[in-house]
Nanobody, 127 residues
Framework: QVQVVESGGGLVQSGGSLRLSCTAS????????MGWFRQAPGKEREGVAY????????AYGDSVAGRFTISKDNAEEKLYLQMNSLKPEDTAIYYC????????????????????WGQGTQVTVSS
């Protein structure tokens, strides 16, 4: 059984930083691309960051490019999202998701392509 668990969310002031972590068990972690998504109240879930199976190629949503960094540690079987220069509009529940392919061909932002999701971790940025 595959389990995906996020951690690291919390309350931070505007301009601050947070680092989210994600672990996934029950699968061969190194084989799959992964993504971070977020969903704010009343809004659709949106793609934040994407990384291929090896951790060598990453892509970012327009609203976070230059501020967020995704990384994948296949030895530790962990996915990270370093979030800097946080803004109140970054407030959302952040989800880690598994893409069912190595994903070396580029980012996929369609949520229906991801087959395993965590429960999410709340990030709140105060102004």
């Amino acid at each position: 059984q595959v389990q995906v668990v996020e951690s690291g969310g919390g309350l931070v002031q505007s301009g601050g930083s947070l680092r989210l972590s994600c672990t996934a068990s029950g699968l061969v972690f190194v084989r799959y691309a992964m993504g971070w998504f977020r969903q704010a109240p009343g809004k659709e879930r949106e793609g934040v960051a994407y990384i291929d199976f090896a951790g060598g190629n990453a892509a970012y949503g327009d609203s976070v490019a230059g501020r967020f960094t995704i990384s994948k540690d296949n030895a530790e079987e962990k996915l990270y999202l370093q979030m800097n220069s946080l803004k109140p509009e970054d407030t959302a529940i952040y989800y880690c998701a598994i893409y069912p392919e190595p994903g070396a061909g580029g980012a996929n932002w369609q949520t229906y392509h991801y087959n395993y999701w965590g429960q999410g971790t709340q990030v709140t940025v105060s102004s």
